[in-house]
């Protein structure tokens, strides 16, 4: 493997020196994908709030405003920096069943689909979750959740959309020349086991109060594109992922209900915390359309500010993640694009006036 430090003379002018930077930034990735350190921290959004699923498997049916609900999410960052920029993709739906025949409970299934792409196509992985949780009140204020999920996982990278370290002529890239670079399975699939908890108080119709713990990849899959791995079996299995959340819901006027919420996640040595709130404002009769807006910050990170709609249960949500960390500089503090559509809605009428939960509705 070439040095990735270049002589004074080759980086003397500026088409030099952007050759350098690229030189680097491809090292850098090069020997990410082939030393195996592929499992950094995990796929996210910064709307988690309206991503439940991939935030714990315990809120699978945890809905109490409605017996179902289908959303999909959809992430672009790194645009400004990158000519093919890093996406992420989601669909995902759960359902409440059984709250006919389990005393004061019932059961929440579920499904999600997380599809992330790198670039044009070089680094891509395809998850695909069933989840199952069983929701239990205590009284009329309390109520406790747990659920798990199993996922099958598939990540591939085309290594031909690559270049590599033996392909600098040391001044240019050349895709002809060869390569000594090898991968043993470009295309790799393993299994992935989730489980988490819930609690929430429901002290009044005015305010809800919601809290969450789950740990990811209990079963710690291998992940590595080489047969034997070269940092060892262990450094290839990915690590454990453990979040916390906490959230509210408090109706401080008949027409304006205000959620706070804190989220946090930690991974071997990476985490993240993400805390703000946004407002709902009731537009019409009993909340059939509503505006949001609201405001997150991630520590360190980016300001998040966060616009949306919502019509007969179908609401759309905004958010643009304005970077501030040193990052800054290169992508002029344009980080990250998000959307979120989510419709909820009940199976019939008579389900959705026995609620046992309830949280601020607008509805009377």
């Avoid at 088409?15 to 195996?36: D, E, P, V």
């Avoid at 059961?107 to 792409?117: E, K, S």
């Avoid at 290594?159 to 040391?170: A, E, N, V, W």
């Avoid at 047969?227 to 454990?240: F, Q």
Wanted: with cysteine; proline share 4%; hydrophobic share 35%.
């Amino acid at each position: 493997m070439k040095s990735s430090h270049q002589s004074p003379e080759m980086c003397s002018n500026a088409a030099r020196t952007h050759s350098c930077l690229r030189f680097s930034y491809i090292l850098t990735l090069a020997g990410m994908i082939f030393m195996g350190n592929l499992h950094a921290q995990d796929l996210h959004f910064s709307q988690w709030f309206n991503s439940p699923l991939s935030t714990n498997p315990a809120n699978t049916g945890f809905i109490p405003d409605a017996d179902y609900r289908i959303g999909a999410n959809y992430r672009n960052q790194w645009s400004t920096i990158m000519t093919m920029p890093y996406k992420t993709y989601s669909i995902w739906g759960d359902a409440q069943i059984f709250r006919d025949r389990i005393t004061s409970g019932w059961m929440g299934v579920g499904g999600l689909i997380l599809r992330d792409q790198a670039g044009s196509g070089s680094l891509t992985s395809t998850k695909v979750y069933g989840s199952v949780a069983y929701h239990q009140m205590v009284g009329v204020a309390h109520l406790i959740s747990a659920g798990f999920n199993i996922g099958w996982v598939n990540k591939r990278v085309n290594t031909t959309d690559l270049k590599f370290p033996d392909q600098f002529d040391g001044e240019f890239f050349d895709s002809k020349l060869p390569t000594n670079a090898y991968l043993d399975n470009p295309n790799i699939n393993y299994f992935d086991v989730q489980m988490g908890m819930n609690y929430a108080f429901f002290p009044t119709d005015k305010v809800y109060i919601n809290a969450g713990v789950s740990a990811w990849h209990l079963n710690r899959p291998r992940e590595s594109f080489f047969n034997t791995d070269p940092i060892g079996d262990e450094n290839s299995r990915i690590p454990m992922r453990y979040t916390a959340f906490l959230n509210a819901s408090i109706k401080v006027h008949e027409d304006v209900i205000v959620n706070p919420m804190v989220y946090h996640s930690r991974q071997a040595n990476a985490s993240e915390t993400v805390g703000g709130l946004y407002a709902q404002y009731n537009l019409g009769e009993e909340g059939e359309s509503q505006v949001l807006g609201g405001i997150y910050y991630r520590p360190g990170d980016a300001f998040i500010p966060m616009i949306g709609f919502e019509w007969k249960g179908i609401r759309l949500t905004f958010t643009y993640d304005a970077t501030t960390s040193g990052l800054k500089q290169y992508n002029n503090t344009r980080g990250a694009l998000e959307f979120a559509l989510m419709k909820r809605g009940y199976y019939d009428e008579y389900n959705g006036d026995r609620r046992q939960s309830l949280c601020p509705t607008f509805k009377y």
